[in-house]
């Protein structure tokens, strides 16, 4: 286990230290304050308020922080964070195949599954921590623009979701999305170190993830396979949104995540038994 | 016991043309063993089955008793190793780098990677990210990460590329070091002739996959020592010699019978009358013995 631990220690050191690791959080940070300023613009603003005063809310009180995060969450981190997760994550074995780091790796007495499994784990934990990075960065820079209070408005169209909270209740469902949405985005890292683990080139990797994801979202949004809509993997992904629903579907949320959880296992074995299986030759 | 066992290695990656056929060698404890061949000859797919890295058709790896094949782990153990242009992480340093290579080994021991990095002359610049380090640097660095773990062997790919002179030659005397005075075993894979010849104790030949030659460095091998002579009296030196059973060839060759020593039988030449200008050994040299049983003609 102190070994398992010092491998993934060493892991983190060379994620942490690359540059292209904190691309993705300069690049939130420039998209929250977009977001968050175009959406105090006249327009936007008047759109919301009527969207809140139909539903029975007072727009100063319910156009909060929570809600400018959930804004970001909503239409920024499942698209723009895609593709940094996709960056990472398919670097993560097919670049130091192609630098040739491997070979120094692999004449060390570990076996291929292990230095997989610490690769995936390092990975699927980034995409994590990106996803808290940005809710909790939208949320800080949310109550800077609009103080910390008030209530909250969920406007999730592609749902149904149209709903207020106080602001109590707001901060919890939108500390329980974050972690949802977490877990969801690990499914873009396990399809991009999928992609890595074949001989490709690293941005091959990042493409072909990246290309999956959005066919699987078109297919869902076009309705072209509604009936086959269980297949495609956003609709799971987009689970998160309904912490949002009164009361929780749980249920609906267990089986969905449950899915989520076998796809990216066995995307796992998947990749690390095609690398396990590969020649590695100079 | 032999400390590698390279076992009937057979491997294909094109069905028509094997890169490894029936392929078997040793390495003794101590040796430093040099692995030859041309281009495409199989030495990196020997080195790379030896690492585990390479899946062979047939045959497998023993190292220390442990198969490569059925316990890679635990075989591997015993060895570092060094390719050739090392690539580490350049956004880390020297010193990172290797905890980040040493933790695969769940082995750390900061006051022996001060010792290993003093040794190969980098204690002062390990705190540098290796994108500042020279070709030199980083393959001292190698060998730093390929001794880390304490190893009984080296697997070297051909080390010395891309090494000016006078790293080629500090190179090889840090080798030599290892050997003399720690006992190590190295597996020297290089196309540099001169190398191994300074280097090895024996050395194996591949050829299209096959293996030609194992054995002595031809030059160090005395059991192959001939002579040449230079003498303007030829035929007459030739008569006397068919008397004592030595033969003398047109080049100036010659070759003894083995009761009769060098100067013995210049002695007899002498007192014969013969003028004998020049007497030398003349050594099969590697390249010889490479040329050989490579060239187009072997």
């Known amino acids: 286990m102190t070994l398992l631990l010092s491998q993934w220690r060493a892991e983190w050191l060379k994620l942490l230290m690359r540059k292209r690791t904190y691309i993705g959080f300069g690049a939130f940070i420039a998209m929250e304050l977009v977001i968050l300023f175009v959406a105090q613009r006249q327009g936007p603003e008047t759109f919301y308020r009527r969207m809140i005063e139909r539903q029975g809310g007072m727009f100063e009180s319910h156009f909060s922080a929570l809600t400018l995060g959930f804004l970001v969450l909503a239409f920024s981190a499942a698209l723009l964070g895609s593709i940094y997760l996709a960056l990472v994550s398919g670097d993560i074995v097919a670049k130091e195949s192609e630098d040739g780091n491997l070979r120094l790796l692999l004449a060390r007495p570990v076996s291929r599954l292990r230095l997989l499994a610490v690769k995936y784990a390092t990975c699927t934990c980034y995409a994590w921590l990106l996803i808290q990075f940005i809710a909790w960065s939208a949320f800080a820079l949310g109550v800077y623009m609009r103080g910390f209070g008030g209530g909250m408005f969920v406007f999730a169209p592609e749902q149904g979701l149209a709903e207020l909270w106080d602001w109590d209740e707001g901060l919890r469902r939108y500390a329980m999305c974050s972690v949802f949405l977490g877990a969801s985005m690990t499914t873009v890292s396990s399809v991009a170190f999928f992609f890595s683990c074949f001989r490709i080139k690293p941005a091959a990797a990042t493409i072909a993830a990246l290309s999956y994801m959005l066919v699987d979202t078109i297919l869902l949004r076009t309705n072209l396979l509604s009936s086959y809509e269980y297949l495609l993997i956003t609709t799971y992904l987009e689970s998160w949104v309904r912490v949002f629903v009164e009361p929780i579907p749980w249920a609906l949320l267990a089986r969905n995540y449950s899915v989520i959880a076998a796809v990216n296992i066995s995307l796992f074995a998947l990749g690390t038994a095609w690398f396990c299986s590969r020649d590695l030759k100079s | ?298």
């Open chain 2, 1 to 298: 016991m032999p400390l590698i066992e390279v076992q009937h290695l057979t491997k294909a990656w094109r069905k028509d043309k094997p890169a490894l056929d029936d392929v078997s060698f040793e390495v003794g404890y101590g040796q430093i063993v040099g692995l030859l061949g041309h281009n495409g000859a199989g030495k990196s797919t020997v080195l790379g089955i030896t690492l585990g890295m390479v899946r062979p058709d047939k045959g497998e790896v023993r190292i220390g008793g442990e198969s490569v094949q059925k316990n890679r782990a635990k075989a591997l153990q015993q060895i570092g190793a060094i390719f050739e242009a090392p690539v580490f992480y350049d956004y880390l340093s020297g010193w990172q780098n290797l905890r980040v290579l040493c933790s695969l080994s769940g082995w750390w021991d900061e006051q022996e990677a001060r010792r290993i990095l003093k040794m190969v002359n980098l204690l002062d610049r390990a705190g540098h990210k290796t994108s500042t380090y020279s070709h030199g640097m980083r393959q001292r660095l190698a060998l730093a990460q390929a001794l880390m773990p304490r190893p009984k062997c080296l697997l070297l790919d051909e080390p010395t590329d891309g090494l000016d002179p006078e790293g080629i030659r500090e190179f090889r005397e840090f080798v030599l070091k290892l050997k003399n005075d720690f006992g190590m075993t190295i597996l020297l894979n290089s196309h540099l002739l001169a190398e191994v010849e300074l280097m090895c104790d024996r050395c194996v030949i591949l050829k299209e996959g096959r293996k030609v030659y194992e054995g002595p460095v031809p030059s160090k091998d005395a059991g192959e020592a001939r002579y040449r002579i230079e003498s303007p009296d030829l035929e007459k030196a030739r008569a006397l010699a068919a008397q004592f059973g030595a033969a003398i060839h047109a080049d100036g060759a010659v070759d003894l019978p083995p009761d009769i020593l060098g100067h013995e039988f210049v002695r007899r030449l002498v007192e014969a009358g013969v003028r004998v200008e020049s007497w030398q050994k003349n050594r099969r040299t590697l390249e010889d013995c490479y040329l050989e049983l490579t060239g187009p003609n072997a």
